[in-house]
């Protein structure tokens, strides 16, 4: 981890037609580092990623990444900015989704050489190998010509995950990996992103409801509560011994011992 | 017999309605491909233009789409041969039908799948090929194969201009023979037996979308 903010918020607002799900909202995440968003359900936590991924559009203030501002003054669109200066910002940035968003026409090999070779101009050959050391990776090397149906959710969701990394992007979004799985695969997935955790250059945000998950792996744990992060910090100290009520309420429905401790 | 003298005439009839069918069911699927590509995944101008075609040869019928075109375009502008003309009406007319149908097949795949190639930084004009396209072509097969069918039936207005197919011919043979049954009992085994060919080369063409995409998967 570093002392440079790889994401920045600064005073974002977005709405949707009359609900503000952000209001003023300020957010940093430094370099390498891991953070993790909890929060109740419809407080926003998706939505930070989605304006990250440049799937939502914010109406107010300043939204960066490495650097890039998502508005460029004068451009149209949502986003304010043209189609190349969203494609610099994309090539920095990848996302697992909830619900894994397989190619369900291809291949699993082919889910993942996909981008690589059309966004990337990779060689087949190159992104077949990176492919396959990938699938390694996520302990599905003998699953590269199957296809998305054939595959359980877990298995899925390593496919993802090796999809998303197969671009190579800075910082990785995972929006709630583990909560379409059924409860006998949600550790093989947490497996993975655990070992990614350790990775040192990767900057990882992640949306999750595994309390206990969020505790390994995250340097920071933000408690989010109506578009605002109302607590944050290491997730011993927010975790064990939240200072807000309402962090303390909202871990006590997950974590007893929280609520005794 | 009178089955015997019948058929010949009414097979080069036949054969006049085969070819009209088939050119003009190959026109209108470029044709619905184009639109439904436009209307339903391309920028604004062209969408609108997509939109307007599809909706005026949707909304009028195609026996007065001929005529007109028939009748009515020679006083202002070219006279067309009456084959071409009959060509041109089916084709529009499938290609507006067909539009709706490519339009909405794209439609129909998940919102899901754009946010995927948008997080793997595809192009607006990748995603639409690699990963929309491909995966709304078998869903409009069908619906496509119903349109052609239709547009097999449709060839019998065409008569309507002088042009000599099927049902032409029907007409020409019952005012000469007086012979209602066996000529149009004849002409309705005639076009179902089209029909029929027709429907198989439909799902034939159906599997061959879906084993083609197999393929492209299999070779990544
Ligand atoms: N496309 C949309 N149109 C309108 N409202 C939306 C849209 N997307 C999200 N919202 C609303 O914005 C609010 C924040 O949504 P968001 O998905 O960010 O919540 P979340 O914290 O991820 O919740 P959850 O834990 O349920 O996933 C919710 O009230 C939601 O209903
Ligand atoms: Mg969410």
Redesign the interface.
């Known amino acids: 981890m570093t002392d440079t903010p790889i994401i920045r918020f600064q005073n974002v607002s977005k709405r949707y037609g009359d609900l503000t799900v952000l209001d003023h909202f300020d957010f940093e995440v430094m370099s390498g580092e891991k953070v993790t968003l909890i929060g109740p359900s419809g407080s926003g936590k998706s939505t930070v990623l989605r304006i990250l991924?440049?799937?939502e559009p914010v109406q107010e203030g300043v939204v960066e990444l490495d650097g890039l501002s998502y508005r460029q003054p004068g451009r149209h669109g949502p986003f304010h900015a043209s189609?190349r200066h969203l494609?610099q910002i994309?090539?920095r940035v990848?996302?697992v989704?909830q619900?894994f968003?397989?190619?369900?026409?291809?291949?699993v090999?082919?889910n993942i050489?996909?981008?690589p070779v059309?966004?990337l101009g990779l060689s087949k050959a190159d992104a077949r190998a990176r492919a396959h050391e990938l699938l390694e990776m996520v302990g599905l090397a003998d699953k590269a010509?199957a296809?998305p149906a054939q595959l359980s959710g877990g298995q899925k969701q390593r496919v993802a995950i090796a999809?998303?990394l197969a671009?190579r992007p800075r910082v990785l979004l995972f929006d709630e990996p583990t909560s379409a799985l059924d409860p006998e695969l949600v550790g093989e997935v947490q497996e993975v992103i655990r070992r990614l955790a350790h990775e040192h250059d990767l900057t990882m945000l992640l949306v999750t409801h595994e309390m206990r998950f969020a505790r390994e792996i995250s340097d920071r744990v933000c408690f989010f509560d109506q578009g605002r992060i109302v607590e944050q910090g290491p997730p011993g100290e927010i975790m064990i011994n939240p200072a807000q009520p309402r962090t303390r309420a909202f871990l006590g429905a997950y974590l007893p011992e929280t609520s005794t401790g | 017999m009178s089955g015997t003298l019948l058929l010949p005439p009414l097979l080069t009839g036949a054969q006049v309605t085969v070819e009209l069918t088939l050119t003009s069911t190959v026109l209108g699927a470029m044709l619905a491909f184009s639109a439904g590509m436009a209307r339903g995944a391309g920028p604004w101008p062209l969408r609108l233009f997509a939109a307007t075609y599809i909706e005026i040869f949707r909304g009028t019928s195609l026996l007065v789409q001929l005529f007109w075109l028939y009748y009515a375009l020679p006083l202002i502008g070219p006279r067309i041969d009456p084959f071409v003309t009959g060509i041109i009406a089916l084709s529009l007319n499938i290609g507006a039908y067909g539009a709706e149908v490519v339009r909405g097949a794209l439609l129909a795949v998940p919102r899901a799948q754009h946010e995927a190639a948008v997080a793997l930084n595809f192009t607006a004009r990748q995603t639409l090929w690699r990963i929309i396209l491909p995966q709304a072509l078998p869903e409009m097969m069908p619906p496509l194969g119903n349109l052609a069918v239709q547009n097999l039936k449709d060839t019998s207005l065409v008569s309507m201009i002088t042009i000599a197919d099927l049902t032409f011919r029907a007409q020409t043979l019952r005012n000469l023979t007086l012979n209602s049954i066996p000529v149009y009992s004849l002409t309705l085994l005639l076009y179902f037996a089209m029909a029929l060919v027709l429907m198989a080369g439909m799902r034939g063409l159906e599997r061959w979308v879906r084993i083609k995409g197999q393929g492209d998967m299999a070779r990544a």
Not at chain 1, 101 to 107: A, E, I, V
């Open positions: 991924m440049t799937l189609a494609h994309r090539s990848g996302m989704f619900n968003n397989l190619f369900p026409h291809m291949s090999l082919r050489t996909e981008a059309a966004v010509q296809f999809r998303a671009m």
